[in-house]
């Protein structure tokens, strides 16, 4: 498609990106073009925005910032079999080689040679998007293009909680950030008897409670560890769901799980960090897992059906909606904190 387009830009290693008008981008073989719907505004996206050491090491410049999205398909490229014309899309951010072990083995998301969606190749906060083939998820017609960007960290939230089989048990998520909040409520959803939050936000223990926790807690304020106690008739809690990468809650949220339990961590440390590996985790056989991404696409079709059979209401997580143009408005509100999800409409 011939024209120019609207797109956010990351032009220069440091602080800061740029509204411009760009060319729309052709689709390659293997690559379809969407008409962006939706989008919504990531942690990493900040990260690249306030330009971090990982950004650094990983963003090549000029390039179109965002990737999680919701469009419609406009044009196809070559040898595209499973997508036509028309088709309600949104894409998994991780691209994958497809012939190293991890691939082979049905481990796409921990590909040896992985590319993701608007860090190493342009992204969607832009008019149009190039997805890759491989990439692209189908939507139902009845979910709303906002909830649909969200599907990708919507993702990371359900195989966090997927790791700690909740159904039935008591649990603590520390840090509700929104993927944090995303937790809470496929949590819920999951049939989690008792959620704990520990988040030191006021706005965002709020929104936590409307998702659907139990208990929420400051944990500057409060001692964690002990309410957490008193609130599992003194067990500690069945698993941590870790979302926030402090180091505090990582150590705290360690301690709180009883013994046989598990924790999952999401969130990422700046830092190395140290812990009682003896007492916190030897002693109690307690499972420590990483979590990265989402597998490819099993957390696709849980997200899709949670949200097409209204299991889990994404409203209380979404915040605030921004035109594109107002793109900086969210990037403060991210780095300020008081927010859930931030949706951007080109
Ligand atoms: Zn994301
Ligand atoms: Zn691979």
């Known amino acids: 498609m011939e024209g120019k387009m609207k797109a ?47 950004a650094e090491k990983n963003v090549k410049l000029p390039q179109i910032m965002g990737h999680e999205v919701a469009g419609k398909v406009i044009a196809l490229g070559e040898n595209v079999k499973s997508v036509k014309e028309g088709d309600f899309v949104s894409a998994e951010t991780h691209i994958p080689c497809g012939h190293c072990y991890q691939c082979k083995t049905g481990n796409r998301h921990i590909c040896e040679n992985m590319k993701i969606l608007g860090v190493h190749t342009d992204g969607v906060f832009a008019e149009y998007a190039i997805l890759e083939e491989v990439d692209v998820w189908h939507n139902d017609p009845s979910i709303p293009a906002e909830s649909a960007s969200i599907q990708e960290p919507l993702g990371n939230a359900i195989d966090t909680i997927r790791a700690g089989d909740v159904t039935g048990k008591e649990i603590l998520i520390t840090g509700a950030g929104p993927v944090g909040l995303l937790a809470v409520g496929v949590a819920r959803a999951f049939g989690a008897t008792k959620i704990i939050v520990s988040e030191p936000n006021e706005y965002r223990r709020k929104i936590a409670k409307k998702m659907g926790a139990d208990l929420t807690l400051d944990p500057i304020n409060e001692d964690l560890l002990s309410l957490v106690i008193k609130n599992t008739d003194g067990r500690g809690v069945d698993f941590t769901a870790e979302m926030s990468g402090n180091k ?47 597998e490819m696409f099993k957390t696709w079709y849980i997200a899709g059906r949670l949200l097409k059979e209204n299991r889990l209401n994404l409203s209380p997580v979404i915040t605030h909606t921004f035109p594109l143009a107002d793109f900086e408005k969210g990037m403060k509100l991210m780095e300020e904190g008081n927010c859930g999800k931030i949706i951007l409409k080109p």
């Open 248 to 294: 505090n809650a990582i150590q705290q949220g360690l301690k709180s799980v009883r013994p046989g339990g598990s924790m999952a961590l999401l969130g990422l440390p700046d830092d190395p960090i140290s812990i009682d590996l003896t007492q916190d985790l030897i002693f109690k056989a307690v499972n420590l897992i990483g979590i990265t991404g989402r």
């Open 8 to 54: 956010i830009v990351k032009n220069n290693a440091g602080p800061g990106a740029e509204l411009m008008d760009v060319d729309i981008p052709t689709p390659g073989p293997g690559q379809v073009l969407i008409k962006v719907k939706s989008t919504s505004i990531c942690g990493s996206d900040l990260h690249i925005y306030k330009w971090n050491n990982w």
